[in-house]
């Protein structure tokens, strides 16, 4: 074996050090490396249990919207009261019925249509063993009837001009017209 010179050894030890920096850095990645998958399986985990807990969540309140009150609530809990859910499904239904009457006779006065108003407000009333009306016709009519002249829908706010619109749009629309 030959002798080694002053340089050759130099040259072994600045290799051998270069090995322990690279052996050194290459840890110190993997335990980075280590430290982030650790870290993204927490993440993982929270964000499986959160979905888990927000789809548990929505399906309960899903359930609890579509089942209506609870017993022991109170009947006017929630956007509206039962008196305004009561006028809307008169409205409603009175808009219905009186659109399809309208068709049959698309020459009717204000009178007429008014009076065949209130017949199925208080049929859809009476449906529900309350017979009597909350609201009158003459004032859901001529309420739709500015409405529609607010927006732009009919030019002249009359009677024969909202009913020949009315009759103009169809019924979806017409009926879709909030009153």
Do not use: C, H
């Not at 993204?40 to 969540?57: D, F, G, M, P, Y």
């Not at 009597?132 to 024969?160: C, D, H, K, M, Y």
Request: charged share 30%; no cysteine.
């Amino acid at each position: 074996m030959p002798a080694l010179t002053q340089s050759d050894v130099y040259a072994i030890n600045a290799a051998e050090a270069r090995k322990r920096d690279l052996r050194l850095e290459i840890a110190r990645i993997k335990g980075q490396l280590d430290a982030s998958a650790a870290l993204s399986r927490a993440a993982a985990e929270v964000n499986s249990a959160t979905l888990v807990k927000k789809t548990a969540l929505e399906q309960e309140l899903l359930q609890m919207e579509s089942g209506g009150a609870a017993p022991g609530s109170s009947d006017d809990w929630g956007k509206y009261s039962t008196v305004e859910m009561a006028a809307q499904d008169e409205r409603f239904y009175a808009k219905d019925k009186g659109y399809d009457w309208l068709v049959y006779n698309p020459l009717a006065t204000f009178e007429e249509t008014v009076a065949e108003f209130e017949k199925y407000m208080l049929e859809q009333r009476t449906a529900r063993e309350r017979p009597w009306l909350l609201q009158r016709g003459e004032g859901l009519i001529r309420e739709w009837q500015a409405n529609a002249f607010v927006r732009g829908l009919i030019t002249e706010n009359s009677w024969p001009a909202f009913r020949d619109w009315l009759l103009g749009v169809g019924k979806e629309r017409a009926v879709g017209v909030t009153a």
